[in-house]
């Protein structure tokens, strides 16, 4: 955020980021929806489920759209934690025991990153690391992506055909994960969790899979905030 939006939070009254009511940055309503009880799913497009804590809907969406394009962060926080109960349940479901758990948050496009000075997907990742210091969390930034359209308002198929072939690895961060899993050949295997904002048919995700794939990296699920209805078949909630 500059310094004319610095100055706007101070001349105007702060909006609830999800509802828009006023005097609050968050409502009850709007956090309640941060604090749902995760439920994992089935998506349409690839073959790991993807757990989140609660449905796909207008509120959730302007809420990661106020972090990651309208410098709101002052919600960053709750964004995270409710990041974390995913991660936390995404663990449980792949039956996690023990050892590091590598994040791999899934990428903007390089110029979305210039524009926000970052990926929103990387720092929500870093921050619900930080609010949970008990596991051993580790961001990895290796899911870079080329330019594509929006996903906002394509049917499954066409986010499926958006999705394919627009990510790339970063070669730099790439060398220095796999550097990082070899120093100790005794230590436990890694598990490895995908992290995105929403996952409505799992195109974006299933992308990155097959990315990582191709690099022997294979995360055994995915953690979001918001889950689409839209194809995709719900397993069994379960609370965290």
Known sequence: MGLLGEIGELLLPRRCAGC?????????????????????????????????????????????????????????????????????????????????????????????????????TVSLAQRAAELAPELPL??????????????????????????????YLNRSELDRTVAADTEDASAEAPADLLIDDFSTTGATLAESARLLASVQIRPAAGAVLGLGRGGTRFVSPFTV
């Open 138 to 167: 580790e961001v990895h930034d290796v899911l870079l992506a080329r330019r594509s359209r929006d996903q906002v308002g394509l049917g499954a198929k066409d986010r499926a055909q958006n999705a394919a072939r627009t990510q």
């Open 20 to 120: 828009g009511r006023e005097n609050v940055s968050l409502c009850t309503a709007c956090l309640q929806l941060l604090a749902g009880i995760p439920r994992a799913m089935e998506p349409r497009y690839g073959q790991i489920p993807v757990v989140g804590i609660c449905e796909y809907n207008s509120r959730i969406s302007r809420m990661v759209v106020g972090f990651k394009d309208e410098g709101r962060r002052d919600i960053r926080d709750p964004l995270a934690m409710g990041l974390a109960r995913s991660i936390v349940a995404a663990l449980d479901l792949i039956g996690y025991t023990g050892g590091p758990i590598r994040l791999f948050p899934a990428p903007s496009s390089d110029r979305a990153r210039r524009r926000r000075g970052g990926s929103h």
